[in-house]
């Protein structure tokens, strides 16, 4: 027992220094990006291979990380996930030509998918169930806190020679800091007292320790026995609202919309990344605090409702304040021959939300304009889509004009927040939980793969659909979208607050309607606590 907080302190640093290594790798391409078309001269299909490549091995590891962690176990997966991102950070620092950058790119990228899987699982599996949300929910707190440290040091970097190289040489720190503190936990549950908490329950009863796990295969996922198709339903539903309420591409007009409330040239950029990304990581600690209080399902319907609200409201206001602006990749290439670096770019920037990274063939480029005063590159974690900031000159009166481009901005800022605490840190949490310890990895991953196509499925469609039905059209659809999500939530999501794995995996079996989780579980939760009392 005198270990037990120094267990809980470690299990805590790996999951908020798997966050940090995962949000800074997210944000520091698009401080770097600039000063690499200028060193190597790329062209903006080069530089949209740069940014996918990260995204493609994003996607390898979300395919074949399942079985990595199913078979090696979860700190083995950790272990090598942190070597093979030190390798792609050396890669990266030592590049002198783009198909290095790109295999670095690439090897990153597999890092933190197989890292961000494995450090939920291996966490949520190692404390109890009063700690499992709060520890597996700083994993989110790390990845706020790693974007928010890659717009400082890209800031900082921005006027040293060859500074894109410390850009991507500073990622080996938190993931070396990881592993030091993976080599003094356990390699997993059975090396703590958890191990009663991970031992399936057959009809109410706790399981003899002697009686053989069962095995499953990647196909029981869809099978009703033992409830594993309800278990897909809710995993997939999660990570595929998650994408389809939009939060890609929101934040792709953030810089828009703070230069239409006023900020102009630099402040504008700060305010966009740094304010924003301020909000982000307060609403993370915020919903970090609340997940094991009030539970998952309420910060799920709760967020999902205020993004709802959010979006809509910035739907509306486009009606009033046009918001639209195109593409031009050309205009950022001939854009950025005119800057020197570092000191006069004509970076814009925008924000996002991870675990994710948004980008598509528009979206992977500097955000230059040949309007605006020149600006230092301060970044956002995902790469800005290439936009022609200019506004129209407004219509209406400029009173009225600018309370409507306020209530974008206070709309933009709901969407954060909401986002932040509810579908952020809340899906990968449920994730972790509602699996069979035995699948547990090779599900994650599936519906890991899933959040990563729905993400670039999104951001590919984004520009058409704006073309097609307009920007305010757009987030409106996106609005639809979360009212449906809640919908989801609110029918076919269980609560799992304070129940032990194993009474999770209970719920799940025995619980042949899934619309029948709301209704029931409480009752059922005190049946199974006083089963595993007794037995003990």
């Known amino acids: 027992m005198g270990l037990r907080p120094a267990v809980l302190l470690l299990c805590a640093s790996v999951s908020l220094l798997g966050g940090l290594t995962f949000g800074y790798e997210l944000a520091v391409i698009s401080g770097a990006l600039l000063p690499l078309q200028l060193n190597f001269g790329l062209s903006c299909l080069e530089q949209e291979l740069l940014v996918g490549s990260l995204l493609l091995g994003a996607l390898l590891a979300s395919l074949v990380g399942g079985f990595l962690i199913d078979c090696y176990g979860r700190r083995r997966a950790i272990l090598g996930s942190n070597a093979v991102l030190l390798a792609g950070s050396l890669i990266l620092g030592l590049a002198s030509s783009l198909p290095w950058l790109l295999l670095g ?81 356990p390699a997993g549950a059975e090396g703590t007292a958890a191990p009663k908490d991970l031992i399936p329950l057959q009809g109410g009863e706790t399981s003899k320790p002697g009686l053989v796990k069962p095995q499953y295969s990647f196909l029981d996922l869809f099978r009703a026995q033992d409830g594993m198709w309800s278990r897909t339903v809710v995993g997939l539903g999660l990570v595929l609202f998650q994408q389809l309420t939009g939060q890609p591409n929101v934040l792709y007009y953030a810089s828009t919309i703070f230069r239409s409330v006023g900020f102009h040239g630099g402040s504008s950029a700060v305010l966009a990344s740094v304010g924003l990304g301020t909000v982000k990581v307060a609403a993370t600690l915020v919903a970090t605090g609340l997940v094991d209080r009030a539970g998952r399902r309420v910060l799920l319907l709760f967020g999902c409702a205020l993004m709802a609200l959010s979006v809509s409201g910035i739907g509306l206001v486009s009606f009033a304040v046009s918001l639209d602006s195109g593409p031009s990749c050309l205009a950022t290439s001939n854009a950025s021959q005119q800057v020197d670096l570092p000191g006069s770019s004509g970076l814009l920037v925008r924000s996002s939300l991870p675990p994710v990274l948004h980008t598509n063939g528009d979206q992977g480029q500097p955000v230059l304009s040949v309007t605006e005063r020149p600006i230092h590159p301060v970044t956002m974690a995902s790469l800005a889509p290439v936009l022609n900031t200019a506004s129209p000159v407004p219509t209406s009166p400029i009173l009225e004009h600018t309370l409507l481009c306020w209530s974008a901005l206070v709309c933009m800022m709901v969407y954060v927040s909401a986002f932040s605490v509810g579908f952020g840190p809340v899906t990968w949490l449920v994730l972790s939980e509602i699996y069979p310890a035995e699948i547990r990895g090779r599900a994650f991953a599936f519906c890991s793969s899933f959040n990563w196509a729905a993400n670039l499925f999104i951001s590919l469609s984004f520009l058409d659909l704006i073309g097609a039905i307009g920007l305010a059209w757009t987030f409106l659809l996106y609005g639809l979208t979360a009212v449906l999500g809640l919908a989801f939530i609110y029918l076919l999501v269980p609560e799992t607050k304070g129940q032990s794995l194993a ?12 619309l029948s989780f709301g209704r029931r579980q409480r009752i059922r939760i005190q049946y199974h606590r006083l089963d595993v009392s007794s037995a003990s």
């Not at 994993?139 to 928010?148: D, H, N, R």
């Not at 890209?154 to 993931?175: D, E, I, Q, T």
């Not at 009474?503 to 899934?514: D, G, K, M, N, V």
């Open 503 to 514: 009474e999770i995996e209970q719920q799940f079996q025995t619980s042949r309607f899934p």
């Open 105 to 185: 790119r690439l090897s990153v990228g597999f890092a933190i998918s197989l890292s961000s899987m494995a450090c939920c699982i291996y966490v949520s599996e190692l404390v109890g169930p009063r700690q499992r949300g709060v520890l597996v929910s700083l994993y989110e707190v790390g990845i706020t806190v790693g974007i928010l440290f890659s717009y400082g040091l890209n800031y900082v970097l921005a006027g040293s020679p060859w500074g894109w190289r410390h850009m991507f040489g500073w990622a080996a720190a938190p993931a070396l800091l990881q592993s030091l503190s993976l080599f003094l936990l």
